[in-house]
Antibody
Framework: EVQLLESGGALVQPGGSLRLSCAAS????????MSWVRQAPGKGLEWVSA????????YYADSVKGRFTISRDNSKNTLYLQMNSLRAEDTAVYYC??????????????WGQGTLVTVSS | ESVLTQSPGTLSLSPGERATLSCRAS???????LAWYQQKPGQAPRLLIY???RRAAGIPDRFSGSGSGTDFTLAISRLEPEDFAVYSC?????????FGQGTKVEI
């Protein structure tokens, strides 16, 4: 059974940093691209960042480029999102999502339950 | 970047009725790379449809997707109580995926 378990969400002040983790199980982690998708309170889904199965290819939405860094440790079956220079508009539930291919360019067949990031003073 | 606009924002229906949801893209969606997700309060999204019309594993056949180019539709033939939720479309084909803002189907 595929499972994705996010952690690391917290209340952080504007300008602060946070690292999210997503522990994966039930599939060959390195064979699939992974993404972070967020959802602000009462809003729609927003794709944030993606990474290829090998970790070589990384992609970012313009709204987070230069502030967020996606990475993965295939030996630990874990996906990460390092978030720096956080802003109020980054407040959201952050989901990790599994791509259906090694290149992260497709739809998502599995999602985690999400972790809440709140940016506020 | 293709912007996806969903309509209506909210659809008020009764169990047993048919629901028709629209997703319009600002640019043609290549190869009909369009997916639909269902999301219930406090839950993660669930994949329903991919490739505009292909049902994901385990999805009941009352859900169907259609369309091509810039206009896509998700239809639910007979609403069951568990179908009342928010539905979002998503385009793919590059790493830079985009979602529609969602349509809420309520009783």
């Amino acid at each position: 059974e595929v499972q994705l378990l996010e952690s690391g969400g917290a209340l952080v002040q504007p300008g602060g940093s946070l690292r999210l983790s997503c522990a994966a199980s039930g599939f060959t982690f390195s064979s699939f691209g992974m993404s972070w998708v967020r959802q602000a309170p009462g809003k729609g889904l927003e794709w944030v960042s993606a990474i290829s199965g090998s970790g070589v290819g990384t992609y970012y939405a313009d709204s987070v480029k230069g502030r967020f860094t996606i990475s993965r440790d295939n030996s630990k079956n874990t996906l990460y999102l390092q978030m720096n220079s956080l802003r109020a508009e980054d407040t959201a539930v952050y989901y990790c999502a599994k791509d259906v291919s090694v290149v992260p360019a497709a739809f998502f067949d599995y999602w985690g339950q999400g972790t809440l990031v709140t940016v506020s003073s | 970047e293709s912007v996806l606009t969903q309509s209506p924002g909210t659809l008020s229906l009764s169990p047993g009725e048919r629901a028709t949801l629209s997703c319009r893209a600002s640019q043609s969606v290549s190869n009909n790379y369009l997916a639909w997700y269902q999301q219930k309060p406090g839950q993660a999204p669930r994949l329903l449809i991919y490739g505009a019309s292909r049902r994901a594993a385990g999805i009941p056949d009352r859900f169907s997707g259609s369309g091509s180019g810039t206009d896509f539709t998700l239809a639910i033939s007979r609403l069951e109580p568990e179908d009342f939720a928010v539905y979002s479309c998503q385009q793919y084909g590059t790493a830079y995926r985009t979602f529609g803002q969602g349509t809420k189907v309520e009783i």
